[in-house]
């Protein structure tokens, strides 16, 4: 298994809240994603990076933000947690070129009360 | 831009029997395909791959083959087994969408004994 990393795999927090999730990876990957999944929509890219410092939006990126100083981790930030990001989050990390596919975490279930 | 379409579930099969999981796509140029599988509580994992037109990705008794003309990427299985009960995922990368990987709605596939 690809070496990921997420934490932490459970929290709830309150509306109105900051909240970071981290991913970290071992296999010196260049690229890296923040995916939601959520019954009835399947999975939503929020946020990507390309390398060090070098991020770009997905689909659904507002009210998110990330950070990637290392190439071991990529943090993704809730500014202020709304319900509407009550989700799974889940981290992939992937090494470049096409045909590479990506390798999922296991995932982080975040409930916004 | 790029799409996935898949069959919709729940897919519901006896064990032993012969499963199919239609996939379609769209998209520019030639991207790399990919099925993933989620089982319950965890994360996507690659279950197999083709990144050229006619090439057959297979893992685990399932197979898909890369269909160009056709524009498909159709998952099987000889004889399924309770084991197989998951979400699958196909997905595309590559097209106009770059480097994110672009998801199909998934599809729940139920084996009963």
């Known amino acids: 298994d690809a070496g990921i990393t997420q934490s932490p795999r459970h929290k709830v927090t309150e509306t109105g809240t900051p909240v970071t999730l981290r991913c970290h990876q071992t296999?010196?990957?260049?690229?890296m994603y923040w995916y939601r999944q959520d019954p009835g929509h399947g999975l939503r890219l929020i946020h990507y990076?390309?390398?060090?410092?070098?991020?770009d939006k997905g689909e659904v990126s507002d009210g998110y933000s990330v950070s990637r100083s290392k190439t071991e981790d990529f943090l993704l930030t809730l500014e202020s947690a709304t319900s509407s990001q009550t989700s799974v989050y889940f981290c992939?990390?992937?090494?470049?070129?096409?045909?590479?596919?990506?390798?999922f975490g296991n995932g982080t279930r975040l409930t916004v009360t | 831009g790029d799409s996935v379409t898949q069959m919709e579930g729940p897919v519901t099969l006896s064990e032993e029997a012969f499963l199919t999981i239609n996939c379609t796509y769209t998209?520019?140029?030639?991207?790399?395909l990919f099925w993933y599988v989620q089982y319950p509580g965890e994360g996507l994992q690659l279950l197999l791959k083709?990144?050229?037109?006619?090439d057959k990705g297979s893992n685990k008794g399932f197979e898909a083959t890369y269909r160009k003309e056709t524009t498909s990427f159709h998952l099987e299985k000889g004889s399924v087994q309770v084991s197989d009960s998951a979400v699958y995922f196909c997905?595309?990368?590559?097209?106009?969408?770059?480097?994110?990987?672009?998801f199909g709605a998934g599809t729940i596939l139920r084996v009963k004994s």
């Open positions: 998209a520019t140029g030639y991207p790399s």
């Open positions: 990076s390309y390398g060090v410092k070098d991020t």
């Open positions: 083709a990144t050229k037109a006619d």
């Open positions: 997905a595309l990368r590559g097209g106009a969408e770059g480097d994110k990987l672009v």
């Open positions: 296999e010196n990957h260049r690229y």
């Open positions: 992939a990390i992937s090494e470049a070129g096409y045909n590479s596919p990506l390798h």
